[in-house]
Protein backbone atom coordinates (compact mmCIF):
# COMPACT_ATOMS: atom_id res chain seq x y z
CA UNK A 1 0.00 0.00 0.00
CA UNK A 2 1.29 3.91 -1.15
CA UNK A 3 1.38 6.18 1.42
CA UNK A 4 0.84 9.85 0.01
CA UNK A 5 1.21 12.89 1.86
CA UNK A 6 0.54 16.68 1.06
CA UNK A 7 2.38 19.43 2.09
CA UNK A 8 1.75 23.17 1.08
CA UNK A 9 4.66 26.05 0.69
CA UNK A 10 4.52 29.99 0.51
CA UNK A 11 7.44 32.17 0.39
CA UNK A 12 7.76 36.12 -0.27
CA UNK A 13 10.88 38.11 -1.36
CA UNK A 14 11.53 41.72 -2.06
CA UNK A 15 12.68 43.00 -5.49
CA UNK A 16 15.74 45.87 -5.63
CA UNK A 17 17.23 46.97 -8.97
CA UNK A 18 20.97 45.87 -9.25
CA UNK A 19 20.00 42.76 -8.00
CA UNK A 20 19.95 39.35 -10.07
CA UNK A 21 16.66 37.61 -10.98
CA UNK A 22 16.64 33.93 -10.16
CA UNK A 23 13.22 32.16 -10.41
CA UNK A 24 12.61 28.14 -10.89
CA UNK A 25 16.78 27.45 -11.79
CA UNK A 26 16.74 30.10 -14.34
CA UNK A 27 18.04 33.61 -14.41
CA UNK A 28 15.74 36.31 -15.86
CA UNK A 29 16.54 39.48 -16.97
CA UNK A 30 14.95 42.10 -15.57
CA UNK A 31 16.02 45.38 -13.72
CA UNK A 32 14.42 44.22 -10.11
CA UNK A 33 15.51 41.23 -8.64
CA UNK A 34 14.81 39.24 -5.19
CA UNK A 35 16.76 39.95 -2.01
CA UNK A 36 17.68 37.32 0.15
CA UNK A 37 20.20 35.92 2.08
CA UNK A 38 20.40 32.51 -0.71
CA UNK A 39 19.86 33.54 -4.38
CA UNK A 40 16.44 34.29 -3.09
CA UNK A 41 14.75 32.11 -5.82
CA UNK A 42 11.29 32.14 -4.17
CA UNK A 43 9.78 29.62 -6.31
CA UNK A 44 12.61 26.75 -5.56
CA UNK A 45 12.09 28.07 -2.06
CA UNK A 46 8.43 27.72 -1.89
CA UNK A 47 9.16 23.81 -3.63
CA UNK A 48 11.43 22.85 -1.12
CA UNK A 49 9.24 24.02 1.87
CA UNK A 50 6.38 22.36 -0.06
CA UNK A 51 8.34 18.71 0.09
CA UNK A 52 9.63 19.48 3.19
CA UNK A 53 6.42 19.98 4.78
CA UNK A 54 4.62 16.93 3.04
CA UNK A 55 7.97 14.62 4.54
CA UNK A 56 6.93 16.40 7.96
CA UNK A 57 10.71 17.72 8.04
CA UNK A 58 10.11 21.33 9.10
CA UNK A 59 11.22 23.78 6.62
CA UNK A 60 13.87 25.51 4.43
CA UNK A 61 15.12 27.69 7.21
CA UNK A 62 15.72 24.85 9.55
CA UNK A 63 17.98 22.57 7.12
CA UNK A 64 19.43 26.23 5.45
CA UNK A 65 19.44 28.94 8.45
CA UNK A 66 20.14 32.70 6.96
CA UNK A 67 22.21 33.17 10.07
CA UNK A 68 24.79 30.54 8.47
CA UNK A 69 27.65 32.14 6.71
CA UNK A 70 27.84 29.32 4.02
CA UNK A 71 24.57 29.83 2.27
CA UNK A 72 24.96 33.20 1.58
CA UNK A 73 24.26 33.84 -2.11
CA UNK A 74 23.96 29.89 -2.38
CA UNK A 75 22.51 28.79 -5.83
CA UNK A 76 19.11 27.66 -4.30
CA UNK A 77 19.31 24.62 -7.27
CA UNK A 78 21.84 23.35 -4.47
CA UNK A 79 19.41 23.50 -1.93
CA UNK A 80 16.63 21.78 -3.71
CA UNK A 81 19.02 18.80 -4.87
CA UNK A 82 20.17 18.61 -1.11
CA UNK A 83 15.70 18.46 -0.06
CA UNK A 84 15.43 15.80 -2.56
CA UNK A 85 17.94 13.71 -1.08
CA UNK A 86 17.24 14.31 2.37
CA UNK A 87 13.12 13.33 1.52
CA UNK A 88 14.78 10.55 -0.27
CA UNK A 89 16.33 9.05 2.20
CA UNK A 90 12.91 8.93 4.20
CA UNK A 91 12.03 6.78 1.16
CA UNK A 92 9.64 9.32 -0.51
CA UNK A 93 9.07 10.47 -4.10
CA UNK A 94 7.34 13.08 -5.73
CA UNK A 95 4.16 12.19 -7.38
CA UNK A 96 3.53 15.68 -8.72
CA UNK A 97 4.33 19.79 -7.91
CA UNK A 98 1.80 22.35 -8.72
CA UNK A 99 3.12 26.02 -7.92
CA UNK A 100 1.87 29.48 -8.53
CA UNK A 101 4.36 32.62 -9.22
CA UNK A 102 2.43 35.66 -8.26
CA UNK A 103 4.77 38.61 -9.86
CA UNK A 104 3.28 41.94 -11.31
CA UNK A 105 6.29 41.89 -13.90
CA UNK A 106 7.78 40.56 -16.19
CA UNK A 107 6.15 37.99 -17.60
CA UNK A 108 6.29 34.71 -16.89
CA UNK A 109 4.62 32.66 -19.22
CA UNK A 110 7.53 32.55 -21.67
CA UNK A 111 9.98 31.21 -18.87
CA UNK A 112 8.03 28.34 -17.65
CA UNK A 113 9.36 25.42 -19.82
CA UNK A 114 12.65 26.76 -19.04
CA UNK A 115 12.02 26.53 -15.61
CA UNK A 116 10.64 23.12 -16.22
CA UNK A 117 13.26 21.37 -17.38
CA UNK A 118 15.80 23.24 -14.69
CA UNK A 119 13.75 22.27 -12.10
CA UNK A 120 13.24 18.24 -13.65
CA UNK A 121 16.81 17.97 -13.74
CA UNK A 122 17.63 19.16 -10.06
CA UNK A 123 14.66 16.85 -8.85
CA UNK A 124 15.25 14.34 -10.95
CA UNK A 125 11.22 13.67 -11.56
CA UNK A 126 9.36 14.08 -15.34
CA UNK A 127 8.83 17.60 -16.39
CA UNK A 128 5.11 16.25 -16.31
CA UNK A 129 4.84 16.00 -12.66
CA UNK A 130 6.03 20.01 -12.37
CA UNK A 131 3.45 22.24 -13.02
CA UNK A 132 4.01 26.13 -13.20
CA UNK A 133 1.68 28.94 -12.97
CA UNK A 134 1.74 32.59 -13.27
CA UNK A 135 -0.42 35.98 -12.21
CA UNK A 136 -0.33 39.16 -11.20
CA UNK A 137 -2.23 40.93 -8.24
CA UNK A 138 -4.14 43.60 -10.87
CA UNK A 139 -1.31 45.80 -9.61
CA UNK A 140 -2.74 45.44 -5.80
CA UNK A 141 -0.42 45.20 -2.89
CA UNK A 142 2.94 44.65 -2.33
CA UNK A 143 3.48 42.77 -5.60
CA UNK A 144 1.16 44.99 -7.76
CA UNK A 145 3.38 48.04 -6.87
CA UNK A 146 6.19 45.58 -7.87
CA UNK A 147 7.98 45.61 -4.73
CA UNK A 148 8.22 41.88 -4.16
CA UNK A 149 7.16 38.70 -5.38
CA UNK A 150 5.66 35.78 -3.53
CA UNK A 151 4.65 32.27 -4.72
CA UNK A 152 2.51 29.04 -3.72
CA UNK A 153 3.27 25.47 -4.17
CA UNK A 154 1.50 22.09 -2.79
CA UNK A 155 3.59 18.84 -3.47
CA UNK A 156 2.61 15.30 -3.27
CA UNK A 157 4.53 13.01 -2.55
CA UNK A 158 4.51 8.74 -1.67
CA UNK A 159 5.89 5.97 -0.21
CA UNK A 160 5.75 2.91 -1.79
Known sequence: MQKFRIGFGYDVHQLQPENEFWLGGIKLDYHLGAVGHSDADVLIH????A???AANMRDIGYHFSDQ????????????????????????????????TICLQKPKINPHIPAMKKCLSEV?????????????????????????????YCAALIYKG
Open 123 to 151: MNVAEEDISIKATTTERLGFVGREEGVSA
Open 51 to 53: VLG
Open 68 to 99: DPKFKGIDSKILLKEVMDLVRKEGYEIGNIDT
Open 46 to 49: VICD
